[in-house]
């Protein structure tokens, strides 16, 4: 079997990535190279043209030789490199003249060394539960959780109007809504989207407390200055229910 690199092999035959594997705390890439066959696939029953590139580019600042592609089977592995930290804490809340001791929680997922998702609860034993049914969820959700610069402008309907998503920078799990103007004035899309969000209310003004009036005039407030900035926090992407994630 004839040893190559990844360039070497690039000049002789066609190369594609496949998908990364994390390995010692680092992601590598395997590669699918036609025509560049091993006998480990075919003594496993794996694709035989899977290609791991082990090779590292600077080690202690200094720039390593390539190293030779490595026969890839994807048996035994982990694909996915799951990692939970759950961290609960103490803190004391000064209110109305009196010290109180509070209590808190925080479960963070970690994939192939990314945080893809985080959530707050006071008790380990649901949050062990809770992230073990993620890890699950966030696989088989539409929305690509695990790489979400994929979801970037991704097409969707938002309360049955065209939009757009843009994941968040700093909130691993969290999106904005875009609103996607073709074939739609932004002023309409803005009246039905405010329209559309709302519950029905059958009570009239006089029948409304006070709080309720509150409520309804500081959500007003909220609404025009989402209009304005022109773009919706949506915030958890698995809170989906006005989301129709499949729009050509």
Known sequence: MEELTLSEAKEKYRVRK?????????????????????????????????????SRDVVRGEVTPERNLIPYVDKGNNRICWEIRFKQRNYMKHKWDEWSLRNS??????????K?????????????SKAQYLMVQLREHPYDFLNPENEQD????????????????????????????TGIEPERWWDEYEKRRKP???????????????????DAQDFNETRS???INHGDALWDGMINWFRN
């Not at 390995?23 to 696939?41: A, C, P, Q, R, W």
């Not at 929680?105 to 990314?114: M, V, Y």
């Not at 029905?200 to 500081?218: A, M, T």
Request: hydrophobic share 30%.
């Open 229 to 231: 900035y022109g773009r």
């Open 154 to 181: 991704r097409k969707i309907w938002y309360y049955g109007l065209p939009a757009k998503v843009k994941p968040s920078d700093y909130a691993p799990g969290e999106i904005s809504i875009l609103p996607d103007y």
């Open 105 to 114: 929680g925080t479960c963070e997922i970690f994939a192939n060394g990314k």
């Open 116 to 128: 893809v998702y985080s959530f707050g609860t006071f008790d380990v034993s649901y949050a062990l």
């Open 18 to 54: 496949a998908f990364d594997i994390y390995i010692e705390d680092k992601l590598h890439t395997v590669y699918d190279i036609d025509g560049y066959e091993h006998k480990n696939g075919e003594w496993n029953g794996t694709p035989t043209t899977w290609w791991l590139d082990y």
């Open 200 to 218: 029905v209310d059958l009570k009239s003004d006089r029948e409304l407390s006070e709080w309720e009036k509150q409520d309804i005039e500081s």
